[in-house]
Every structure is written in structure tokens, then in C-alpha cells.
């Protein structure tokens, strides 16, 4: 029976280990009553998912009491003055397939915008989020953790954007990505809403790079709405090359939802093209420095297409 104390201990250190050290005392304070009104199951269970979860590839459901301990934190790490942008546009992704398409700037993005919809009233949205998540977070207990806050989908990196641990051969890639396509499909058709990083990996500089063709493979429902969503200030939260995080102002953008059969057919079913269409999308919630590739003074050919296409299916 001394388990459950000792787990809710050893995720209390690893929570407060997340946050600088002037931090640390507070996040003991705020997460002692989460795991005082916790039952002892709960907090078995949580330790073992957190040393756990990722051990092969698929679908990894929420655990409810990390979610509990992700709202504790995001207390604490997100600002007050961090906005959930175009939450109007929630309402009508009640009854619907919904993907979510979002630029990269931190391992914590998923969390944050699982924490502003909580914050912001759109439990039910939050309940129904499954994040498509690469190896990398699967390499250690608080990275795991931040799967745990919603389903996740252990999906393989591409080949152009992986690095050390997440570097896979190719032929692996393939029979690997056909597993996360058909977890992700069932997800949709129980009733999740994914989260995909359509560059597919964290941009160094806060600018967007080129959308991956491949993301297009998860887009195939006919009856999916694609909401493309803006992430803004989540680089300062635990900037690169540093392991503790900061409070900060996180803007989250919810763009309009494009019907996933009407932009296919306006890019001529062409999947890179499709996928500079989304990345268009997000562009337009972000702002010129975090636009990258998608900045309109990119005068790229494709791209250019790429934006009419979007015009087209927005219409």
C-alpha cells in the first residue's frame, strides 16, 4: 500500500523538475491537493503510463489524471494573458471529423492548446483531441507525459525531418505509417479530433518550413473538416537548448474550417500541393516572422497555386 504516496511523489519531483527552480516550490504546492483527491489506482496507473506509453506504435489513450495535472501546470506556465483566438469557430466541430493542422514550436504545443480549451470552457472539444505525436516524445517520463493529456498516435518521422533516436529506414517508415494511418481513421470514425504538425518536426527558428506531403495521407476522409490552427509564443515556453520551462504568452489561432473533399478536389488531388494549401492556412494566422516558407513574399510557383486552391475551397 506504499505504492501510490511514492508514485504521487516521484511525478511531483518530475513535474517540478519541468519548470525552472524558482518555479518548483509552487509546482509542488499546486499539484499536492490533485494528488491528494486522487484515488490510489489512479496514481499506479499514471506511473505506469508514464514509463510505458510509447512501447510500440498506434493509439495510447488519455489518462484523467495527467489531464488533471496538465491544467495545475498550465496555472502556473501559461500567462494570463495567453488567448484561445477564433474560438468561435469550435461551436461547429461539435458533430463533425475534424483534423487539426498546426505549425511546430515546442514538444509542449499539444499540451497548450489542450490546457486553453479547458481553461476556455470547451471541455468537450478537449475531451475528444488525439495528438499525432513522433518518437521523441516517447524518450523519457515527462515527455511521455505530455502524451498522456489526450489520445495520442506514436506515429514514425519522416526521413528528411528525423534525427538521432527517430531515424528509422525507409521501408520501416512505410509499414510503420500504414499502422498510424489506420489508428488514425478509426480514431476519427469513434469520434476524436487529431492534431497533426504538418512540418513534422519543430521549427529552430519560429518559422514555418514547407508542410510534409505526407500529412496528406491522414486527410482522406472525405467528410473531414480541416481546421488549420496558429501557434504563436510556445517557443519561449521551454526555449531550445534549455530544459526548464517559463511562464509565458501563448496565442493559439483557430483558423475556419476548410471541407477536406472540397480542397482535394481544388488541388487536383495533388498531396503536395494540398499540403502547401494547409500550410498556406496556417500562415494566415501567424504572423510575417512566423510565416517561413508560407510568407507572401515567397513568390514560389506552387505556391502561389497553392494559395488559389485554398481560395477555391474556401469559398
Same mark, same amino acid.
Given at each position: 500500500?506504499?505504492?501510490?504516496?511514492?508514485?504521487?511523489?516521484?511525478?511531483? !519531483?518530475?513535474?517540478?523538475? %519541468?519548470?525552472?527552480?524558482? /518555479? #518548483?516550490?509552487? +509546482?509542488?504546492? &499546486? $499539484?499536492?491537493?490533485?494528488?491528494?483527491?486522487?484515488?490510489?489506482?489512479?496514481?499506479?496507473?499514471?506511473?505506469?503510463?508514464?514509463?510505458?506509453?510509447? !512501447?510500440?506504435?498506434?493509439? %495510447?489513450?488519455?489518462?484523467? /489524471? #495527467?489531464?488533471? +495535472?496538465?491544467? &495545475? $501546470?498550465?496555472?502556473?506556465?501559461?500567462?494570463?494573458?495567453?488567448?484561445?483566438?477564433?474560438?468561435?469557430?469550435?461551436?461547429?466541430?461539435?458533430?463533425?471529423?475534424?483534423?487539426?493542422?498546426?505549425?511546430?514550436?515546442?514538444?509542449?504545443?499539444?499540451?497548450?492548446? &489542450?490546457?486553453?480549451?479547458?481553461?476556455?470552457?470547451?471541455?468537450?472539444?478537449?475531451?475528444?483531441?488525439?495528438?499525432?505525436?513522433?518518437?521523441?516524445?516517447?524518450?523519457?517520463?515527462?515527455?511521455?507525459?505530455?502524451?498522456?493529456?489526450?489520445?495520442?498516435?506514436?506515429?514514425?518521422?519522416?526521413?528528411?525531418?528525423?534525427?538521432?533516436?527517430?531515424?528509422?529506414?525507409?521501408?520501416?517508415?512505410?509499414?510503420?505509417?500504414?499502422?498510424?494511418?489506420?489508428?488514425?481513421?478509426?480514431?476519427?470514425?469513434?469520434?476524436?479530433?487529431?492534431?497533426?504538425?504538418?512540418?513534422?518536426?519543430?521549427?529552430?527558428?519560429?518559422?514555418?518550413?514547407?508542410?510534409?506531403?505526407?500529412?496528406?495521407?491522414?486527410?482522406?476522409?472525405?467528410?473531414?473538416?480541416?481546421?488549420?490552427?496558429?501557434?504563436?509564443?510556445?517557443?519561449?515556453?521551454?526555449?531550445?537548448?534549455?530544459?526548464?520551462?517559463?511562464?509565458?504568452?501563448?496565442?493559439?489561432?483557430?483558423?475556419?474550417?476548410?471541407?477536406?473533399?472540397?480542397?482535394?478536389?481544388?488541388?487536383?488531388?495533388?498531396?503536395?500541393?494540398?499540403?502547401?494549401?494547409?500550410?498556406?492556412?496556417?500562415?494566415?494566422?501567424?504572423?510575417?516572422?512566423?510565416?517561413?516558407?508560407?510568407?507572401?513574399?515567397?513568390?514560389?510557383?506552387?505556391?502561389?497555386?497553392?494559395?488559389?486552391?485554398?481560395?477555391?475551397?474556401?469559398?
Amino acid at each position: 500500500m506504499e505504492e501510490a504516496p511514492d508514485a504521487a511523489q516521484l511525478i511531483t !519531483d518530475a513535474a517540478a523538475s %519541468f519548470v525552472t527552480p524558482a /518555479l #518548483a516550490p509552487a +509546482v509542488r504546492e &499546486a $499539484l499536492a491537493p490533485v494528488f491528494a483527491g486522487s484515488e490510489p489506482e489512479e496514481r499506479r496507473a499514471l506511473l505506469h503510463r508514464l514509463l510505458t506509453t510509447g !512501447d510500440g506504435w498506434g493509439y %495510447f489513450p488519455p489518462c484523467p /489524471l #495527467a489531464r488533471r +495535472v496538465n491544467l &495545475a $501546470l498550465g496555472h502556473l506556465t501559461v500567462l494570463p494573458s495567453s488567448r484561445l483566438m477564433g474560438a468561435e469557430q469550435l461551436s461547429a466541430l461539435q458533430e463533425r471529423e475534424v483534423v487539426y493542422l498546426a505549425n511546430h514550436l515546442s514538444f509542449s504545443d499539444a499540451n497548450l492548446f &489542450a490546457y486553453l480549451l479547458e481553461r476556455d470552457g470547451h471541455d468537450r472539444i478537449g475531451d475528444r483531441l488525439c495528438v499525432l505525436a513522433g518518437p521523441k516524445v516517447f524518450t523519457d517520463p515527462f515527455r511521455r507525459f505530455s502524451s498522456l493529456c489526450f489520445g495520442a498516435i506514436k506515429l514514425p518521422q519522416s526521413p528528411t525531418r528525423a534525427s538521432g533516436e527517430a531515424v528509422m529506414p525507409r521501408r520501416e517508415v512505410a509499414r510503420v505509417a500504414a499502422v498510424t494511418i489506420a489508428a488514425s481513421m478509426e480514431r476519427l470514425a469513434q469520434g476524436d479530433h487529431l492534431m497533426i504538425f504538418v512540418e513534422g518536426a519543430r521549427s529552430r527558428t519560429a518559422a514555418m518550413q514547407p508542410a510534409l506531403g505526407a500529412v496528406s495521407r491522414y486527410l482522406e476522409r472525405p467528410d473531414t473538416l480541416l481546421v488549420p490552427l496558429g501557434i504563436v509564443g510556445s517557443e519561449l515556453l521551454v526555449p531550445i537548448g534549455e530544459e526548464h520551462g517559463h511562464p509565458t504568452q501563448v496565442t493559439i489561432h483557430v483558423g475556419a474550417p476548410i471541407e477536406a473533399a472540397r480542397l482535394w478536389r481544388a488541388t487536383e488531388h495533388k498531396r503536395g500541393l494540398l499540403m502547401h494549401a494547409v500550410g498556406a492556412a496556417i500562415a494566415q494566422l501567424l504572423p510575417p516572422a512566423y510565416q517561413g516558407y508560407y510568407a507572401a513574399t515567397n513568390p514560389d510557383d506552387e505556391l502561389a497555386r497553392a494559395r488559389a486552391a485554398l481560395r477555391a475551397a474556401s469559398v
